[in-house]
C-alpha cells in the first residue's frame, strides 16, 4: 500500500510563500511515475478540497482559488511531489495532504501538513 508522508507547513504572514513536500513509499519509481498525483486540503469546518493535480502525462490543474499562486511538481525518481505556494492568504490556512489524483480515487490520507497564514 502506498503512503504519503507530507512536510513543510508553518505559519506565515500574507503574501508569504511555503514550500510543501510529500514522500511516497510502499511503492517503486517506476509504478510511482504513472501515477495520477495530487495535492488537497481540508480547512477547519470544510470539506477536504482538490488543490492542484500533476497526471502523469499530462498539464497540472490547479483549483480557481490557487490559480497563478501555486505550482504543483514532481520527481518521479525520488518519488516525491511538491507545492510551491506564493502570494498566500488567509483563506489558504489548511491542513495539506499529498494523495493520488483524479481520475484515481484517494488512497490512505496522511497525517498532512498544517498551513497557518496570519499576520
Known amino acids: 500500500q502506498v503512503q504519503f508522508v507530507e512536510s513543510g507547513g508553518g505559519l506565515v504572514q500574507p503574501g508569504g510563500s511555503l514550500r510543501l513536500s510529500c514522500a511516497a513509499s510502499?511503492?517503486?519509481?517506476?509504478?510511482?511515475?504513472?501515477?495520477?498525483l495530487a495535492w488537497y486540503r481540508q480547512a477547519p469546518g470544510k470539506q477536504r478540497e482538490l488543490v492542484a493535480s500533476i497526471p502523469r502525462g499530462s498539464s497540472s490543474s490547479y483549483a480557481d482559488s490557487v490559480k497563478g499562486r501555486f505550482t504543483v511538481s514532481r520527481d518521479n525518481v525520488k518519488k516525491m511531489i511538491y507545492l510551491q505556494m506564493n502570494s498566500l492568504k488567509s483563506e489558504d490556512t489548511a491542513v495539506y495532504y499529498c494523495n493520488f489524483g483524479p481520475p484515481m480515487q484517494p488512497g490512505a490520507w496522511g497525517q498532512g501538513t498544517q498551513v497557518t497564514v496570519s499576520s
Open positions: 510502499g511503492t517503486a519509481f517506476s509504478i510511482f511515475s504513472g501515477y495520477n
